[in-house]
């Protein structure tokens, strides 16, 4: 079950610079994204969210943008800190599911370096 | 700020045991929700619970596996025979009703789950 990908598996970026996570969907019926952060030995911690109607959502320092008709989103880091570093996970949420499952992406492990 | 807590932190059990895994959703969300993460894998989802029901199930969530509401604050899975495979590590996530933050769920800090 490969709906939801993130492609690379690790990302490092240089303190103060842009990271740019990226993810792709298969499921055109999917219809609210979101992105968590985890931390080692900790659960994933909500970020930031974008409704299908929307091409981007913006919240301080992080901004996801959505291109439905190529089915990527990204989610943008500007400018990252060290705090940053942990892994991303990229997850969407179906409009028929009632229940709202969530379906996550394999996760990208961001390394900010000073 | 309310959280998901989560109980025990990690737990070793005997293959063929049962085991109950503890969530303490936030006290105002109605939806539920168990996930579990192999090592090195994804998150994949389990099961939604939503009015002391299951909404949806995955295939990983067979009849070895059920959930359970016992009171007004905690939400339990239980796994009735342990296997190998289900050593991982399993987040509760709950989430509110309606509102703009529909789709935002809430993990707690994961049990580690070891089946020797």
């Known amino acids: 079950d490969q709906q939801v990908k993130q492609n690379s598996p690790s990302l490092s970026v240089q303190e103060g610079r842009i990271s740019i996570l990226n993810c792709d969907y298969t499921?055109?019926?999917?219809?609210?994204f979101l992105w968590y952060k985890k931390y080692p030995a900790e659960g994933p911690t909500f970020l930031i969210s974008i409704s299908s109607i929307k091409d981007k959502n913006e919240d301080g320092r992080f901004t996801v943008f959505l291109n439905k008709s190529a089915k990527h989103l990204s989610l943008h880091i500007v400018p990252s800190q060290p705090g940053d570093s942990a892994v991303y996970f990229c997850a969407a949420s179906p409009f028929y599911n009632q229940g709202g499952k969530l379906i996550f992406g394999q996760g990208t492990e961001l390394s900010v370096k000073p | 700020e309310p959280e998901v807590t989560q109980t025990p932190s990690h737990q070793v059990t005997q293959m063929g045991q049962e085991v109950i895994l503890r969530c303490v959703p936030i006290s105002n969300h109605l939806y539920f929700y168990w996930y579990r993460q192999i090592l090195g894998q994804k998150v994949e989802f389990l099961v939604s619970f939503y009015n002391n029901e299951i909404s949806e199930k995955s295939e990983i969530f067979d009849d070895q596996f059920s959930v359970e509401r016992p009171d007004g604050s905690n939400f339990t899975l239980k796994i009735r025979s342990t296997k190998l495979e289900d050593s991982a590590m399993y987040f509760c996530a709950s989430k509110t009703p309606g509102g703009t933050l529909t789709y935002e769920q809430y993990f707690g800090p994961g049990t580690r789950l070891t089946v020797t």
């Open positions: 499921n055109s019926m999917f219809d609210y």
